[in-house]
């Protein structure tokens, strides 16, 4: 018994982690409302990504020609849109910045957003985007990432636009990164639907074999 309660609680355990890694955030995350078959949307925050996060950040397991091929971008659009000055697209979308330069500016290292929306939720970027306030002594803080090294870079957008407008540029670019995080997310859930399609069809065939079997035989 005692070693049953004791696998039990073993199993629990990654909830309760869970649980708590929820309840980390200090404020209510707001829910982004993105949607990964919006495709102008997706164009937008891939532009909006290259203009205000790749001087920093990068997706490096991301390459510019598959970026142009899920979003329906030619070559050509994706180096003009996105890829400023590359001559190939073939190359991963890296930073801007130079090895090291962050370190001494920023005083941290600047991490890949490859993987970012699939660690921590497209709801925690969208609200972390939209957190930062300035203090009585004008300086930038962020309420989901208290002391956050990252500066507002978002804040020349807010201030010359609508508060829809800055909701929806921040709902675009996390858009983007929930698609860079899984790039194939689209095609797995559409696969889904049609292997339950097939499976529903292999259903009823082998029931109408079931009953022509059976057809003759009293049971
Ligand atoms: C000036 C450099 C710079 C720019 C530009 C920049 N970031 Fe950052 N970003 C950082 C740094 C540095 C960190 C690490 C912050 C920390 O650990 O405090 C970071 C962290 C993050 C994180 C992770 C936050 C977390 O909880 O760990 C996300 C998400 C993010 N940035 C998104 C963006 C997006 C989206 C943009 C463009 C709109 C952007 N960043 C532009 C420097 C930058």
Redesign the pocket.
Known sequence: MKKILWIASLLLLPLTINVQAAGGYSIELESANNNLRDQESLKRGAV??SN??M???SLKYMRYNRVARDLGWSDAEVISDMAHGLDTVTDNVMTRMQDGV?LDV?G?K??D?SL?ARL?GDDY?YT??RAYHQDDQGEWNNKV?KG????N??EGIERHSTPEEYAEAARD?TNF?AYAGEPSKLQRLDLGWKVIAFLLVLLLLLYLLKKEYWRDIKH
């Not at 956050?148 to 500066?151: G, W």
Request: glycine share 0%.
């Open positions: 909006l990504f205000y996060c001087a920093c950040h962050a920023l941290t600047v991490p957003l970012m921590k970027i972390f985007l990432l956050t090294a990252m500066p870079v978002l670019i990164l």
